[in-house]
T-cell receptor, first 113, second 111 residues
Framework: AQKITQTQPGMFVQEKEAVTLDCTYD???????LFWYKQPSSGEMIFLIY??????QNATEGRYSLNFQKARKSANLVISASQLGDSAMYFC??????????FGAGTTVTVRA | EPEVTQTPSHQVTQMGQEVILRCVPI?????FYWYRQILGQKVEFLVS????????KSEIFDDQFSVERPDGSNFTLKIRSTKLEDSAMYFC?????????FGPGTRLTVL
């Protein structure tokens, strides 16, 4: 079974600053994938970034980067240059061999002007 | 950019009624999923579908639930005899293999 732990229920960040959202995982699969999704107050789930377990380079997508530390089983999301529109809930998820996603409890990010 | 779409955006139903939630996955994707999110809780996997059959289902996905891909574009989730605890946001997702892109969700309210 896969498990995702997000220990930060909520975070505040000043506009234009960077914020790191923690995510640790547990899996017995050799091959897996790690995802981050953004859920604004409107409710949709927006795909942000993906990291495969065999990818040696950390994934980056625009202002989002994933700090993947395989030995520590962590996959932290870094949002650089925060914007007011980044205020949302952020979910970390792990994809198992059967392709289903297991989600963490989420972290609420509030960006202050 | 292609998107997963879901209809309706909000469905209100009486307990015991049947509902069908509809999804149109991204056209060249082969893997389809349903997830649900009870208000204030994390997203939970329900079922995955590949090659016209269920490939994996969770404990939540009991005989009350069924999925269909009736034609080349739609992917539906049917909930028979809805219960109060079925009230949740239901997300459809599709993907090529490893990635999953979510639709905007259907908020189901069972009264």
């Amino acid at each position: 079974a896969q498990k995702i732990t997000q220990t930060q229920p909520g975070m505040f960040v000043q506009e234009k600053e960077a914020v790191t959202l923690d995510c640790t995982y547990d899996t017995s699969d050799q091959s897996y994938g790690l995802f981050w999704y953004k859920q604004p107050s409107s409710g949709e789930m927006i795909f942000l970034i993906y990291q495969g377990s065999y990818d040696e380079q950390n994934a980056t997508e625009g202002r989002y980067s994933l700090n993947f530390q395989k030995a520590r089983k962590s996959a932290n999301l870094v949002i650089s240059a925060s914007q007011l529109g980044d205020s949302a809930m952020y979910f970390c998820a792990i994809r198992s061999n059967d392709y289903k996603l297991s989600f963490g409890a989420g972290t609420t990010v509030t960006v202050r002007a | 950019e292609p998107e997963v779409t879901q209809t309706p955006s909000h469905q209100v139903t009486q307990m015991g009624q049947e509902v069908i939630l509809r999804c149109v996955p991204i056209s060249n994707h082969l893997y389809f999923y349903w997830y649900r999110q009870i208000l204030g809780q994390k997203v939970e996997f329900l079922v995955s579908f590949y090659n016209n059959e269920i490939s994996e289902k969770s404990e939540i996905f009991d005989d009350q639930f069924s999925v269909e891909r009736p034609d080349g574009s739609n992917f539906t989730l049917k909930i028979r005899s809805t219960k109060l605890e079925d009230s949740a946001m239901y997300f459809c997702a599709s993907g090529p293999q490893y990635e999953q892109f979510f639709g905007p969700g259907t908020r189901l309210t069972v009264l």
